[in-house]
């Protein structure tokens, strides 16, 4: 509850910049908010996956100490906004994360922006790969969920870099559902039964891969990531700081152990949550925690007196 009253406050505080144009001020907003409440909750808390480097300060930087250094010592991810473009522009599925796990167990991929991933539920397990075409992972997909290939529906970034990948699933017979941004909620919306997106594949920020690590490990779903480095200098980066470029990583060498925490409050409404709501003297929020020791998804309806905030 400490880690969800911190997304609630980011999701409460980005609200006046819903639709205002200013990614950046969304995004700040959302930051000092969870820093203050990131400062309450008893744990030493490391950030592994942050916005940035220690000089580009207010954001939550990679290497920052959070909590109020007593209890558990604990790995973190924070994303105040996944989504502050969607913010910006009013669109949907724009959401607050953070990720918690053992201290060490969180692979840091910061050295490299990008990873190619691959998202399905427990059906995919041993089924789906990023070493082989997509039109023989949504097949075989597809014979594991006793589905028509023709129902398949596959969650892709809308991207001008995934031209090429797009025009390969609908050929195989399959429908996509093209997401202007926030691939954390797609991911973790191909892994869950309920909803309509099947798969989710594509390169997308190598943070939000490790990230959604965490969700899946609480919601037994799979994954498979690749870092996807831009250039020559982006790869020597990458070999520097100790990582395998070319390793086709599981979810255990994104996010190690079975004590992962997750947690997402909705900024603007979306499939995974819904966004922040005024009602009359109230503010409503919508969050989504998952922990994988216990293999629990549950989802908390707050109010919060307006007064409060305004």
Known sequence: MELVRATEAAAIRAVPF???????????????????????????GLIVIGEGEKDEAPML??????????????????????GTSLTAAGRQNAVSVIAVS???????????????????????????????????NIRDLAQAMKKPVGEMTIAVLDRPRH?????????????????LDGDVAGGINAARYETRIDMCVGIGGSPEGI???????????????RLAPKDDAERA????????????????????????????TGVTDGGLVDGVRRKGPMIRTE????????????????????????
């Open 102 to 136: 053992d201290r060490g167990t969180m692979l840091d991929a910061s050295s490299i922006f990008y990873m190619d991933k691959i998202v399905t539920g427990a059906a995919g397990r041993g089924v789906v790969s990023l070493d082989q075409p997509i039109a023989d």
């Open 18 to 44: 819903i639709g205002r144009g200013d990614k950046n001020a969304a995004d700040k907003a959302a930051v000092d908010a969870m820093r203050v409440f990131l400062g309450t909750v008893n744990f030493d």
């Open 287 to 310: 969050s989504i925690v998952l922990r994988s020791r216990s293999g629990t998804a549950r989802r908390v309806i707050a109010e919060h007196l307006a007064e409060k905030w305004l």
């Open 211 to 225: 990230t959604t690590a965490c969700a899946l490990k609480a919601l037994g779903g799979y994954m498979q990531g």
């Open 163 to 179: 031209a090429g990948l797009i025009e390969a699933i609908r050929s195989a017979g399959a429908g996509t559902r093209l997401m």
């Open 237 to 264: 980066r990458g070999v520097a700081a100790g990582l395998d470029i070319d390793k086709l990583l599981e979810i255990e060498d994104m996010v190690s152990g079975d004590n992962t925490f997750f947690v997402a």
């Open 61 to 82: 930087f990679n290497g920052e100490h959070v909590g109020n250094g007593r209890g558990p010592a604990c790995d973190i991810a924070v994303d105040p906004i996944d």
